[in-house]
């Protein structure tokens, strides 16, 4: 019998889908105060078993007892999978996780609901929306044009599950879509791929850029000055990626030189974001706090993709998006 | 030769598309200072010529000569067709033209323009814009859990262009979309079609509803304190329609006593919205100006209906999008 870690509300959340399993898996849990219980019985645990498997999501990783659900993983004397809600892997908990597991699978659902914080933050850009807010806060009954998703063009840098999800979108509204990535086309949503090396020749003819790749060595600060100058000056700069991908400093530079137009960030270089950041009041910057997935549909999704894999597991069958070894190499 | 007036800066736009028609129509222009020319040789006119045709759209209807345009309409002698940029024709103006003139076309491709207004606002209410733009107002990084289009169940009352420019759009984005309407269903992007009268039994489910409806009789004041006590505490009213649909007293106070949970106007009772009124304040009201059509795709689309019934005018063929006689009866 495997011995599986999940946040008590997780378990309550699942209670009902995890029935057939009671055989096959033993459940324990972690709750808000710290407390650990044997999730079938609910008994009281004084102390926590060696641990098969866990499901990392926002129940554990964004309670109370955050703590204490990473040393419930980190002490096992073993870990035999981990299923990770969130997509990226670079987070410093996750890589002791993955460097300590024998298997590691994340979750790519989160897409569907970052995808909708693309279309609002382009919609409130095309639309005026900060013109049309000061309007009503005066009382001022005065028309503003406005643009359209319909027959914008769109650069979405990094075609991954995230740039695929808002160009499924996109497509449907009448944008049209150019993704970014090394992997030729075609790809769904998008009415063609670009190669990484023709990023600057498409970035002029874009009305919206989104950056959406993987922060790695060669996209750290990609979104610098000279990507800045290459835009659009009417144009929309949106960050769904890592804070690291933007020199922030030549973001707010070429914002004041009037080129792009406005940039939407749910993304920051350092998170939280510091109170003395001029990114905070700038009136051309719209700021999200990193929760552009935090939606009830996220949360149903990563459920979705850990009872699936879990079926996987408990029946010896490989697990969905394993994640190799080497991504967790080094410190 | 038939004798066709636009407004300067329409004839300007469309000059390249009406190059074939020259000898089959003479164009007489007037421009945003009141002049009147003839439109092919830039040749000053004293005085306007009887005219045939006329299209009357925002270049003519919200210029600075909105009144000399309107006046060249109505002292023709006689009217033969009339081209209305508008879907609706209850506006004291066309009703005018509508007495006066032997044929009456509307245009509807402004539905388009507006379903995206109907997704801006939706948006900026699910995602909690008003709670984001506060915290970032006060430089505080907070996580806050937003809804999602994905999953949400639209009520949409009024299923014509409008309402099925917006169907469309929630279905695609994986929403449920009810239109209530008389005519029975199938319709474009709606799960189902309702009647009417269905219209209280259905509101409590629906996160969203939109009014849509023409103004008429039935539908005056049909937002009132028994609809907005039908609807889910959580949900979101919008009106896309015409102020009048909506009892503004009732909303306020529906408002105020938490059901529904916001409301998102394009349009008032009383336009412009006087100063006054306690809609501008309201801390759950987003109000526009009545704008929602204000894009370029707009012009656009209301170009292509005039120049595609021009051609069939000129040609004598029937025309599209007619209005019969009888909705201009009376004052």
């Known amino acids: 019998m495997k011995t599986c870690l ?14 057939g399993l009671d055989t096959a898996a033993r459940f ?7 407390k650990a219980h044997d999730a079938w019985t609910s008994t ?5 078993p060696p641990i098969d498997a866990a499901f990392g999501n926002a129940d554990g990783f964004y309670s109370p007892a955050a703590r204490e ?3 419930a993983i980190l002490k096992s004397p073993s870990l035999d999978w981990f299923q990770s809600a969130a997509a990226g892997v670079e987070n410093p908990a996750l890589r002791m996780i993955g460097q300590k597991a024998n298997l590691y699978t994340t979750n ?15 919609l409130d850009f095309l639309r005026e929306g900060p013109a049309h807010r000061a309007l009503q806060a005066e009382g001022k009954w005065r028309r503003v044009k406005a643009g359209e998703i319909r027959g914008s063009r769109w650069l979405v840098v990094g075609y991954g599950s995230i740039g695929q999800a808002v160009g499924r979108r996109v497509t449907a509204l009448g ?11 075609p790809a769904e949503g998008a009415a063609q791929i670009a190669a990484p090396g023709a990023l600057t020749a498409q970035l002029p ?26 835009m659009a000056p009417h144009a929309l700069f949106m960050n769904l990626g890592r804070g690291a991908l933007v020199d922030e400093d030549a973001l707010v530079a070429a914002l004041d030189a009037g080129r792009p137009a406005f940039a939407a960030l749910d993304v920051t270089r350092t998170e939280p974001l510091p109170a003395d950041s001029p990114l905070w009041a700038h009136p051309r910057i719209a700021i999200t706090p990193h929760d ?3 939606t009830p549909g996220t949360v149903d999704g990563a459920d979705e993709t850990f009872l699936a894999n879990l079926g996987r597991y408990l029946r010896g069958e490989p697990l969905k998006h394993l994640v190799g070894k080497a991504a967790f190499a080094g410190s």
Chains 1, 2 share one sequence.
Do not use: Y
């Open 205 to 230: 003819r874009a009305d919206i850029v989104l950056l959406c790749p993987p922060h790695t060595p060669e996209t750290e600060n990609m979104a610098n000055a000279a990507f800045f100058a290459a």
């Open 28 to 34: 324990v849990t972690i709750d808000d105060a710290g």
């Open 69 to 71: 659900f990473m040393t």
């Open 175 to 185: 944008g049209e879509v150019t993704g970014v990535r090394r992997t030729p086309g």
């Open 108 to 122: 790519h659902t989160q897409a569907e609901s970052m995808a909708e914080w693309a279309l609002w933050q382009a």
């Open 6 to 19: 999940l946040h008590a509300r997780t378990f309550a959340r699942l209670r009902p889908r995890l029935k």
């Open 292 to 294: 552009s997935s935090d």
């Open 44 to 48: 009281a645990l004084d102390a926590l």
